[in-house]
């Protein structure tokens, strides 16, 4: 940490300030709209059960970079709070998102506040008491005059829900001290979680929502995002952090030192999700879509579902599980119902929603059907094979068939048992209840008697009863057959070959042959033959043995064995075939080489043969010449064609005879067989020669010669040369190759070193040639020197080296102890030659260094000299920089003077300053002696403290400094303040202003106009501190939002205010659906009030007149929920008197200024009238298009014409209608809750009806009614009605 | 109430401003640590500016990376484990570099 500043440190040792590092200071305080800026449902995956709303802030005005603590407001529903980010900086805008329960109940909640604390740009005030701080940078860290973040608690334990593996879980709490109003700076942590399918994975992103409970933080993961890819996953689960998610810290401050929240409150409607089907009754074998209808639910959302009341065998489309993925809100799942062949009774078909209350019921009629087994028309097989009858089965599925044998039918004679065949297919399980079959095996066996035609039949259990009935006569086909055998081959048989011979055997198979001979020189390959069918061919190969004479030979073919009865036989001659032998072609060779001629012979087995040499047909005859190398050859115990190659060889002589010539002769058992005539080529030759002749005998150093080399041989031939080295001849090589003819041409090195005579020597490496030339010794003695023209010279004069030397070329030298500056800027290197004079003039420069040394020197060290140089110098150089004035301020101006007694220009550098604070002149530049740099020092406006102007010449030798006075001036400020961002149409505003400049600033409006804002000036001026106040005008007419600006016409300063806009058309009515004249006594109607733009409207309906008490009204006073037009119905029934009354009129009166009238009838009240004893249905059921017939008994006769309302309704379920004989529709019955009311006027002898449903003919008997004739119709089965317990009121 | 800290006065003789009784607030900066593609432990950040102090970092804007504070010879240092890389970026998932605004005790 820095070692300088200031630093606060409290006794606990932790740093309450440090002016190195920022102090966050309070900034401003953000709300969120309460509008909600999008909505979404929760579903499987995403946030489920809790409704999501979007909620901003408005931009932030305060420059610079920002943290946000928040409120969290203290709640015990289950509502949650998340926190896009707790970072912000000016322009920007904070997103918050709100979790509540969209299960239950709709929920209100308290919108939290975000208290930004700037960190890195503090708020600067115009106070000109208090503390401030900055660091080493200049920056400001601390300012007494803002309001600093104090935390109140500090944690470094927060930990988020501890189970990562559970989506949702229960919420995780951290108990810490805080104010009664806690603001919180909150970690943010996100996690990615896949999850492995079978083929596929799901993608889950959680991230963390906050809730507060009294001092207790709570934090719990919720999901924001669902991806199910279609790839295969390979781990079970997969979880990426993105952060710590234990271990972090969370600051909690009081938000009362800061400013009071003043949150909005959030609320909304809860989702809807609503399940729907194409049927709620159906059959198996039919199918049933299901619809999933949802509100503000995002596109690609899924709700997974669970399907029970079935099993999946029940489906042949669709599953037990799944998920619907909403699109537009919508989204559908298709059923198809197995038509299995179970009886299972009538199924319930429930779809539920997981982890939600919706759910669809579906019944589903049970039209199964039961298995069936049959035969199909019976195979017949033959002996020796197999054959098959089909067996079918339907609606069997899982069934194990057991099959069987059994006799045939009457009049066919019946198989003996297993000796004449097998049943091989014994038993079959049923796979699946569609139609299906399976062959059922058997095989007959092929036996050798001829038997005739015989039959059997099969049949099927299951479970132990036969099914299927008795196979048809399955008939087995007598195929059997005799024996029969042969043997063929050809009649003659060379010796030493190899011969088929072909079995045949019919009607045997199975069996096995053998095969023999009466003569051991024929053998079969194979002594046994198995036979594989009843028409069995086959070759066998035998061999022929060496015959010394022609041999018949009998072959055989047995049964049982190699001795057993002959069935076949063939006879064949064994061939004894002649001998024969022959050379083959003769070629020539030449002498000193070999020759080979081949000997070829075939039936020739155990002869010996000897070879020799022989005269030719013709020519001159080689015979002693040639060494015969084969001379005899015995032939193996084979008759196979052979040949033995016959080798020989001529001796290489010096002799030229020419060719000559020789046979080879073979004996075999006292006959000969010849070659032809073979070439002995002559190739005989001379002795070899070698020679090497020298142009001289001796030559002196710098000179030429040759050497020439002769042979009488094309070859080539490798050389040396000694007595020399190869520097001596010029370099070349000392050895090399020569041919006939070849000339070698050397130059002999002039070299300088006196080695005396040297001998050249040059042989052939094979030893067979040599020569030698003698090289004289002419070299001579090098010499070399440098001769100066004086031993020592003064800076300003001359002088001179000159070179001699008694060798030729160039030599190169090098001087030292000077530098190339010392001698006039002439080179310190360069070459020379015998003569060669270097002259130098000393520079007489104003250094004094002192005595100095030229040396010059060969770079072969052959030669040097030295001169001395007399340091002359002048005396040592001056410079100064003098400036006009020590300081100066801002604005000032000031000079820098430069001397020096050396001439030329001198680079210098101004440091310490920048170009800005002085005018933007330069900060290097050359100056000479006498020059004169004046400066102007910039009055900016930046407060920068003093600064040091320092210039130096660039050699060092010279430098000055200036210090420049900071009388810079504080930057204007300016600021306008809104009291609200935000307002409604009636109520008011201030702007407050505030700069530190004095006078007058004017301003302009803009965004509204001046009756928006009650009349008040769109224009004006306004001073430090001056507030402007402002109404919202309440007016009638609906513009939408507006927005108030109000800005310095300097442009240093704005805001602006909202202003919502309030205003509604007034309300309109009007009534519908009334009715005058008069209306009966018992009468039930209906009107209604329409209503526009009356939302929140409180409307009370009552009734005048004097019939006011005989009507009652529902609802009597309700409140208009909307402004849209909308109908709100009245119900006005009128009610009998319990005393007689005349007719009476009435008004209804409604509180938004609607009214009408209409008359009651008059009314008589007769005497008692008898009671009702029971109502009695003349059938418990009723089918469709059957009349319903009721009776209802009296206590006693009818004297009077009796008033009896009843009611007539279907019981049970479903789509049962009632209709009257007149084909009235009454509404649908549903257990009671719909059917037809009936109002009957009786007499003593007839009845006739009132109202409001006609049910068609009436009859009266004695105190009884038997009204008539209600028609029951279903579309499902028969139901109950019944009647309710009616009333009655005599009517006179 | 504590009695050590600052306070300062406005010329009337009102405080303006009382430090004396906080816990710890000092913002030292805000670091961000580059998401380098190479899951592993990385070489460890020292502090050196802080030494002797205890830091508490705010974990504001998570990325790839879990950490953990140490103080070897009492400099704060934090050491950075870079989690596995992903091959989707993911909007709703912050899985880049990890921002800590370090407080200063």
Do not use: C
């Not at chain 1, 309450?16 to 102090?23: K, N, P, R, T």
């Not at chain 1, 006959?671 to 030759?685: E, H, P, R, V």
């Not at chain 1, 090289?775 to 440098?786: E, Q, R």
């Amino acid at each position: 940490m820095a070692t300088y500043g200031l630093r606060i440190i409290n006794d606990d040792s932790e740093l309450l300030i440090d002016s190195e590092y920022f102090s966050p200071a309070f900034a401003q305080k953000l709300e969120f709209s309460p509008t909600v800026y999008s909505e979404e449902a929760g579903s499987t995956y995403f946030h489920s059960g809790y409704v999501k709303r979007e909620y901003r802030t408005s931009t932030v005005t305060a420059p610079g970079n920002f943290i946000v603590m928040w409120t969290l407001p203290d709640t015990a529903d289950d509502v949650w709070y998340n926190f896009e980010t707790s970072t912000t900086s000016m322009g920007g805008y904070l997103t918050l998102w709100v979790y509540a329960n969209s299960l239950g109940a709709n929920l209100t909640y308290t919108l939290p506040t975000g208290y930004l604390f700037a960190i890195s740009s503090l708020p600067t005030s115009s106070e000109t008491y208090g503390l401030r701080l900055f660091n080493a940078a200049g920056t400001k860290t601390f300012d007494s005059n803002n309001v600093q973040l104090a935390p109140y608690t500090i944690s470094d334990s927060f930990t988020f829900f501890e189970d990562p593996t559970g989506p949702q879980g229960l919420p995780t709490s951290i108990s810490l001290a805080m104010p009664t109003n806690p603001i919180f700076m909150l970690p943010n942590y996100t996690a990615l979680r896949i999850f492995k399918r079978t083929t596929s994975h799901l993608e889950f992103v959680y991230e963390a929502m906050f809730r507060r409970q009294g001092t207790s933080v709570q934090t719990k993961e919720v999901q924001v995002y669902y991806s199910d890819e279609d790839y295969a996953w390979p781990y079970t689960q997969t979880i990426y952090n993105s952060g710590n998610r234990q271990g972090l810290g969370i600051i909690v401050a009081d938000a009362n030192l800061y400013a009071a929240p003043g949150a909005g409150t959030g609320t909304g409607t809860n989702p809807q999700y609503q399940l729907t089907s194409t049927s709620t009754s159906t059959s198996e074998g039919t199918s049933v879509t299901v619809t999933l209808t949802t509100q503000n639910v995002a596109n690609e959302s899924p709700f997974a579902y669970t399907v029970t009341g079935i099993s999946t065998a029940d489906l042949t489309a669709g599953g037990l599980t799944g998920t619907f993925i909403i699109y537009n809100n919508s989204a559908t799942a298709t059923f198809t119902f197995a038509n299995d062949y179970l009886t299972e009774g009538t199924e319930i078909f429930k779809l539920s929603l997981d982890g939600m209350s919706q759910f669809i019921d579906i019944t589903v009629a049970d039209t199964s059907t039961s298995a069936s087994y049959s035969w199909s028309t019976p195979g017949a097989v033959n002996e020796g094979s197999t054959g098959f009858t089909t067996f079918n089965a339907t609606g069997a599925n899982g069934k194990t068939v057991l099959f069987s044998v059994v006799g045939p039918s009457a009049g066919l004679t019946s198989i003996s048992g297993s000796s004449d065949g097998a049943l091989l297919t014994g038993s079959w399980v049923v796979s699946g209840n569609a139609a299906t079959s399976i062959n059922v095996q058997y095989s007959a066996v092929a036996d050798a008697a001829t038997e005739g035609p015989e039959a059997f039949r099969l049949i099927a259990t299951v479970d132990g009863i036969q099914v299927g009935g008795t196979s048809g006569d399955i008939i087995v086909n007598d195929t059997s057959k005799a024996a029969g055998y042969s043997l063929a081959a050809t009649d003659n048989w060379n010796e030493s070959e190899s011969y088929p011979v072909t079995v045949s055997a019919n009607n045997v198979n199975g069996t096995t042959l053998y095969l023999t001979t009466d003569n051991a020189l024929v053998t079969p390959s194979s002594s046994t033959v198995s036979v594989t069918s009843d028409t069995f061919i086959s070759n066998v190969s035998f061999t022929a043995g060496i015959a010394t004479a022609n041999t018949a030979v009998r072959i055989s073919l047995r049964t049982g064995s190699t001795s057993g009865t002959e069935v076949a036989f063939k006879t064949i001659t064994l061939v004894n075939v002649a001998s024969s032998y022959s050379f083959g072609t003769t070629s020539a060779f030449n002498e000193g080489a070999s020759g080979s001629v081949q000997f070829n012979y075939s039936y020739a087995a155990n002869k010996s043969v000897s070879f020799s040499v022989v005269a030719p047909t013709s020519g001159l005859s080689g015979v002693s010449d040639v060494t015969l190398n084969t001379t005899s050859f015995a032939i193996g115990a084979t008759n196979s064609a052979g040949n033995v190659s016959v080798t020989y060889s001529a001796a290489a002589d010096t002799t030229t005879e020419g060719a000559e010539y020789f046979r080879i002769a073979a004996t075999v058992d006292g006959s000969t067989y010849y070659s032809g005539d073979i070439t002995i080529n002559d190739t005989s030759l001379a002795a070899p020669t070698y020679s090497f002749t020298r142009s001289v005998a001796s030559v002196n150093e710098g000179g030429t010669f040759t050497i020439t080399f002769n042979s009488n041989l094309a070859s080539s031939f490798g050389y040396t040369i000694t007595g020399i080295e190869s520097a001596d001849i010029g370099g070349a090589g000392l050895t090399g190759n020569v041919s006939n003819g070849s000339i070698l041409s050397f130059t002999v090195t002039e070299d300088s070193a006196t080695e005396g005579p040297q001998y050249f020597n040059i042989a052939l490496n094979n030893g067979l040639a040599s020569t030698s030339v003698t090289f004289n010794d002419t070299s001579l003695t090098p010499s070399y020197s440098f001769t100066r023209s004086v031993t020592s010279v003064n800076e300003g004069s001359s002088f001179s080296v000159t070179f001699n030397t008694n060798q030729a070329g160039n030599f190169g030298y090098t001087i030292t102890g000077i530098e190339s500056a010392d001698i006039g800027g002439a080179g310190l290197t360069g070459l020379v030659t015998n003569g060669s004079v270097l002259s130098y003039s000393v520079t007489a420069d104003s250094v004094t260094e002192g005595t100095q040394y030229f040396n010059i020197a060969l770079n072969n060290g052959q030669a040097s000299t030295t001169v001395t140089f007399n340091d002359t110098s002048l005396t040592p150089p001056t410079y100064s920089l003098t400036t006009s004035v020590g300081s100066v301020n801002e604005g000032g101006s000031f000079s820098v003077t430069f001397s020096t007694n050396q001439a030329g220009s001198f680079g210098y550098t101004i440091t310490g300053i920048e170009s800005a604070d002085i005018s933007g002149a330069s900060l290097t530049g050359t100056v000479s002696n006498g020059s004169v740099l004046s400066y102007s020092v910039t009055a900016d406006s930046s407060t920068e403290g003093t600064q040091y102007f320092n210039i130096s010449l660039n050699n060092g030798q010279a430098s000055t400094s200036v210090t420049f006075n900071d009388t810079s001036l504080t930057p204007a400020t300016y600021s306008l303040t809104r009291s609200v961002s935000s307002v409604n149409e009636g109520g008011s505003f201030s702007i407050t202003f505030s700069t530190n400049q004095g006078g007058s600033f004017s301003y302009n409006i803009s965004g509204v106009a001046s009756a928006d804002i009650a009349g008040a000036s769109l224009t004006g001026t306004i001073s430090n501190g001056s507030v402007l106040n402002y109404s919202v005008t309440a007016d009638s007419s609906t513009e939408g939002t507006e927005y108030f600006t109000i800005a310095l016409n300097n442009g240093q300063a704005s805001t602006s205010v909202t202003f919502n806009d309030t205003s509604r058309s007034p309300p309109s009515y009007f009534l519908g659906n009334t009715w005058s004249g008069t209306v009966n006594n018992g009468v039930g109607l209906n009107f209604y009030l329409n209503s526009t733009n009356a939302n929140g409207v409180f409307v009370s309906v009552y009734a005048t007149g004097a019939g006011a008490g005989r009507v009652s009204i529902s609802p009597s006073s309700f409140t208009i929920n909307t402004d849209a037009s909308t109908q709100n119905w009245i119900g006005v029934t009128t009610s009998f008197p319990t005393t007689t009354v005349p007719a009476q009129d009435v008004t209804i009166n409604v509180s938004t200024g609607q009214s009408f009238s209409f008359t009651i009838a008059g009314y008589t009240v007769a005497g008692p009238a008898p009671t009702i004893t029971s109502v009695v249905m003349t059938s418990g059921e009723y089918y469709p298009g059957e009349t319903v017939d009721a009776v209802i008994n009296f206590s006693g006769p009818i004297t009077s014409d009796t008033y009896v309302n009843t009611r007539l309704t279907a019981g049970a379920y479903g789509s049962f209608y009632i209709t009257s004989t007149t084909g009235a529709v009454g509404p649908p019955g549903g257990n009671g809750t719909g059917g037809e009311n009936i109002q009957l006027i009786i007499g003593t002898n007839s009845a006739y009806y009132t109202g409001p449903a006609n049910p068609g003919q009436l009859n009266v008997l004695n105190a009884t009614l038997s009204a008539r004739t209600m028609t029951g119709t279903a579309t499902g089965s028969q139901r109950q009605p019944y009647v309710t317990t009616p009333t009655f009121k005599v009517y006179t | 109430m504590p009695v050590y800290g600052l306070q300062t006065f406005k010329s009337d003789g009102t405080t303006i401003v009382l430090q004396n009784s906080t816990k710890s607030g000092v913002f030292g900066e805000k670091y961000e640590y580059a998401k380098t593609g190479t899951p592993g432990t990385k070489p460890a950040v020292s502090f050196p500016q802080y030494s002797g102090r205890t830091i508490r970092p705010m974990q504001l804007i998570p990325g790839a990376h879990s950490w953990s504070v140490s103080y070897p010879g009492g400099i704060p240092t934090i050491t950075f484990i870079e989690n596995q890389p992903i091959a989707a970026g993911i909007p709703q998932f912050y899985y880049d570099s990890t921002v800590l605004y370090i407080f200063v005790k």
